[in-house]
């Protein structure tokens, strides 16, 4: 079936730091891959996307790539800002029909100034 | 337009009332998804309709029943709820082919008295 396994959290940085949350994934075939943004009493927002192995998402200096051989998707970037502070949550889509989206645990990110 | 917009944001509701969440969008989008989220937790999944035909449904208790009375809306009639079901509602939209996102509303905030 289809998965996603995303690292614990919560993660508190210094403004400034390099920041990566680890996501893998389990699934049939060919997924998408997303990584969704949720701020304080918000809906979900999408980050970047990625739709084929070895493609790389990306979007406000987040970035992540599509890795098949390691069944990984895993966000960075490289200097994080207070107004980064949220929940991140890895998400991959059915690789047949597209309509059924599956959500890893989320991680919380806070980051001082 | 990118909009998946819900009505009312916030709701607070005794356990005999019946009441109604919305969601509109204009994107075309030919699925449309009802999520649950506590706090703290990844959105689960409640519902799916895809060309206004409802084609998921996570084994949701009776007292939430979906309507999709046309391609742009999207309902969730509540009755007899429970204060454990307290939580975020959110509906999202996608076009429903592979490697498409599905768009969030901001959510609506339900408290169950």
């Known amino acids: 079936g289809n998965s996603v396994t995303q690292m614990e959290g919560p993660v508190t940085l210094s403004e400034e730091a390099f920041l990566t949350i680890n996501c893998t994934y389990t699934?049939?075939?060919?997924?998408?891959l997303f990584w969704y943004v949720q701020y304080p009493g918000e809906g979900l927002q999408l980050l970047l996307k990625?739709?084929?192995?070895?493609d790389k998402g990306s979007n406000k200096g987040f970035e992540a790539t599509y890795r098949k051989e390691t069944t990984s998707f895993h966000l960075e970037k490289g200097s994080v800002q207070v107004s980064d502070s949220a929940v991140y949550f890895c998400?991959?889509?059915?690789?047949?029909?597209?309509?059924?989206?599956?959500f890893g645990t989320g991680t919380s990110l806070t980051v001082i100034p | 337009d990118t909009e998946v917009t819900q009505t009312p944001k916030h709701l607070v509701m005794g356990m005999t009332n019946k009441k109604s969440l919305k969601c509109e969008q204009h994107m075309g989008h030919r699925a449309m998804y009802w999520y649950k989220q506590k706090a703290k937790k990844p959105p689960e999944l409640m519902f799916v309709y895809s060309y206004e035909k409802l084609s998921i449904n996570e084994s949701v208790p009776s007292r939430f029943s979906p309507e999709c009375p046309n391609s742009s809306l999207l309902n969730l009639h509540l009755h007899a709820l429970q204060p454990e079901d307290s939580a975020l509602y959110l509906c999202?939209?996608?076009?429903?082919?592979?490697?498409?996102?599905?768009?969030f509303g901001q959510g609506t905030r339900l408290t169950v008295v």
């Open positions: 699934a049939t075939g060919y997924p998408s």
């Open positions: 998400a991959l889509s059915d690789s047949n029909t597209g309509n059924q989206f599956y």
């Open positions: 999202a939209s996608s076009q429903g082919v592979r490697g498409t996102e599905a768009f």
């Open positions: 990625a739709t084929k192995a070895d």
